[in-house]
C-alpha cells in the first residue's frame, strides 16, 4: 500500500471516527491496523464495488464519494466516508445480497477476508470491537427498513 503523510493518516482517521453510521467500536490503533492491511482503490463514476449474486471476498471501507447500495437494480441506500460495504456477504460467508455501485469517483480501502480474518486472529479485542460495529450497523439498516415499511420515514433516534 502507497504510503500516506502523516497528515493524510490523521485526517483519514478522523474521518473514519466521527463518519455517520461508522464502525463505532473501533478505537484508532484498530483502524490503523485495518487500513495499514488495506489496499487503496478508486472507482470511477458508475464503477461496480460489489456485484449482487458474486462473491469477491473483500470487504470495503469507503474513505471519499458515495456508493449506492441497489438489489435488482432498485436503490435502497447510500454509503458515504467511514461506512463499509462487502460485510454481509462477509459476515455470512456468502455471495453479495446487493450491488454497490460508486455514484461519482470513490476512494475506497479494499481488505480481502484473509487478511481480515489475520488480523482478528493476532488481535481478538478488534475483532471483538468490529463484529459489534457491524451488528449495530446491520440493527440500524434493519430499524430503518421496518420504519420505511410502516411509513414512518425516518426515525430521528435512530438515522440511517
Known amino acids: 500500500m502507497p504510503a500516506r503523510s502523516d497528515s493524510a493518516q490523521v485526517q483519514l482517521l478522523s474521518m473514519l ?20 492491511r488495506a489496499k487503496q482503490l478508486t472507482f ?17 471501507v469507503i474513505a471519499r464519494g458515495k456508493v449506492n447500495i441497489t438489489i435488482s437494480r432498485t436503490r435502497l441506500a447510500q454509503l458515504g466516508p467511514g461506512q463499509v460495504c462487502g460485510d454481509m456477504a462477509f459476515l455470512e460467508n456468502t455471495l453479495a445480497s446487493a450491488t454497490a ?26 475483532a471483538s470491537r468490529f463484529y459489534r460495529s457491524l451488528a449495530l450497523n446491520l440493527s440500524r439498516r434493519l430499524r430503518e427498513q421496518i420504519m420505511l415499511k ?11
Open 17 to 36: 471516527q466521527t463518519a455517520k453510521n461508522r464502525l463505532e467500536y473501533l478505537t484508532p490503533n484498530d483502524w490503523t491496523l485495518i487500513i495499514d
Open 44 to 60: 470511477r463514476k458508475n464503477e461496480t464495488l460489489v456485484r449482487q449474486g458474486k462473491q469477491s471476498k473483500i470487504v470495503y
Open 101 to 126: 455501485t460508486a455514484e461519482e469517483e470513490v476512494e475506497a480501502y479494499a481488505l480481502g477476508w484473509p487478511d481480515l480474518m489475520d488480523l482478528f486472529e493476532l488481535f481478538p479485542h478488534l
Open 150 to 160: 410502516q411509513g414512518g420515514g425516518h426515525d430521528p433516534k435512530h438515522p440511517f
